[in-house]
């Protein structure tokens, strides 16, 4: 399994789905004052849940989605955190944040399995990169820094310094969002590949020419300039590392696309699902990719 760079490739890929065509993103102010799962605090950071997951949420992730008894006893028993009756955008967005680490956890340790080449339950570089198919003959520039960019990442995210990456340390590489060490360094990294002109922070000019390049039209470039002037929080018509967070680490994409779902669900549009709006509208969001991607009907209630 390759895994060069994924994070900057999910990221990429979460915001072509976004451009390309899934509906217009919700407005900013949609979003403000709603509580987001505690994963982003007010300056934009990116917030990890360093606990690990709960008694019974390790289970794989299927397509499959779940049926309407399964979804709504995981929105009442799982999703409810205040058990309130009401589940909220946050709510939500809490859910599918952990359901992303839990699968991410899951493939972190086959390649620690597989990886470990001398069997001591740890990863040394060479074996990462060994692991990630590195090409040690490639000296082009841009293989030269796509290996720099990587070895600072090894080190945030070794964070006993014995030159060597555990368990949980593998996964604050592949899965940067529960470190802020690791995902301060990983979002330089993605941010330095995209800024052309190397002033540490992004034009809407260098934003909309790499995420609409392969849509020549003008309908893909005006809804990238939405997408940038939604992540252009401070509104100074640049993007910085802070702001950089929420989409590298797919928070951008996740507060989107459940808040796309909520509506779906929210028959009195209060901004909240109940059990019985969630069973009234069930049909209308079953195929909307929130049900494909964070509810498989697989779970384990």
Do not use: C
């Amino acid at each position: 399994q390759v895994r060069l760079f994924v994070n900057f490739a999910v990221m990429k890929l979460s915001l072509l789905v976004l451009v390309a065509g899934i509906g217009q993103a919700a407005a900013q102010d949609d979003l403000e004052g709603q509580d987001d799962g505690g994963y982003v605090k007010q300056d934009g950071d990116i917030l990890g849940d360093e606990e690990g997951l709960e008694d019974g949420d390790e289970e794989d992730m299927g397509a499959q989605p779940a049926t309407k008894e399964d979804f709504l006893a995981m929105l009442t028993k799982r999703i409810d955190g205040d058990n309130d009756g009401k589940v909220t955008h946050g709510e939500l967005v809490d859910h599918a944040m952990k359901k992303n680490k839990q699968d991410m956890t899951i493939s972190t340790e086959e390649d620690l399995q597989e990886w470990d080449t001398n069997k001591d339950g740890k990863i040394s570089w060479d074996e990462l990169k060994a692991g990630m198919a590195v090409d040690e003959e490639d000296t082009s520039q841009e293989a030269q820094t796509e290996q720099d960019n990587m070895h600072r990442k090894f080190l945030a995210a070794d964070g006993d310094s014995d030159g060597l990456l555990d368990k949980d340390e593998l996964n604050h590489f592949f899965f940067p969002a529960g470190n802020e060490k690791v995902l301060k360094v990983d979002t330089e990294n993605e941010l330095r590949i995209l800024d052309k002109d190397g002033d540490g922070k992004l034009t809407k000019e260098e934003f909309i020419g790499e995420f609409a390049a392969d849509q020549d039209d003008a309908e893909a470039a005006a809804k990238a300039e939405a997408e940038f002037d939604q992540l252009d929080v401070n509104k100074d018509g640049f993007i910085d590392v802070h702001e950089f967070k929420d989409l590298h680490t797919g928070v951008h994409y996740v507060r989107h696309t459940m808040k796309e779902f909520l509506d779906l669900l929210d028959g009195n549009k209060d901004g909240h699902v109940t059990a019985e709006e969630a069973e009234t509208h069930f049909d209308d969001a079953t195929d909307h990719e929130a049900m494909h991607l964070w509810f498989s009907g697989n779970d384990e209630l």
